[in-house]
């Protein structure tokens, strides 16, 4: 579970701010790919996890998209080898939350003051120079709430575990809530079900807490 959250995180806090920045200019059809960064997150993560299930399948559109790049040695069986399972269902996480957060940080990019974009580019600072000096530094307090957001996300991740691979193979996919459910209602488990419930809880409120007293410094 831990291993999950820190790159789902990871991804989640900086793929979403880079699409973003992308989108977040005044060039026609910009309003379209918002459009269409957001559109898988409000899909049904069920219907995501079954989609992705036939794509991953050994004989599936992505490996046959790999053959035709000239990777036709490469065609693993993502969700049956457990090396590469649980970063499959990792980009389908990432891949399906980035347009929620995109729109967070859109938010924050529409607030912040032109004034100091203006006044930088008379110093002739570059355009990267920008992001790097003032739009960043300046996105802080979305970028704390994404990842905080994001952290209590990848610790309660279930649906997609459940639907793709169930925990296997050979418990590569196994996280917590999965553990729990399965404690509960396949062994009829419910003290322990429940106990493990309460410490996950805790883990992630003590998480949260640090991440916001970490990330909010000099907001």
Known sequence: ???????????????????????????????????????????????????FTMLYNQRGILNYGLSLVGLSNFQPAWLANPDLALLAIM????????????????????????????????????????IRYLTIPLMRPYVTLVTVTAIIAAMKVFVEVKVMTGGGPAGATQVMNLYTYDNAFAYLKMGYAAAIGVILLLFILVLSMLSLRILERNV
Request: charged share 10%; aromatic share 16%.
């Open 1 to 51: 579970t831990v291993t999950y959250a820190v790159i789902v995180v990871f991804g989640l806090v900086t793929f979403p701010l880079f699409l973003a920045i992308l989108t977040n200019s005044r060039v026609q059809g910009t309003a379209a790919f918002r459009a269409m960064y957001y559109i898988p997150s409000i899909t049904s993560m069920v219907i995501v996890g079954i989609t």
């Open 91 to 130: 980009f389908v996480t990432i891949w399906h939350a980035a347009g929620y957060y995109m729109m967070i940080y859109f938010t924050g990019l529409k607030g912040l003051p032109s004034e100091v974009y203006e006044a930088a580019l008379i110093d002739g600072a570059t355009r990267w120079q920008c």
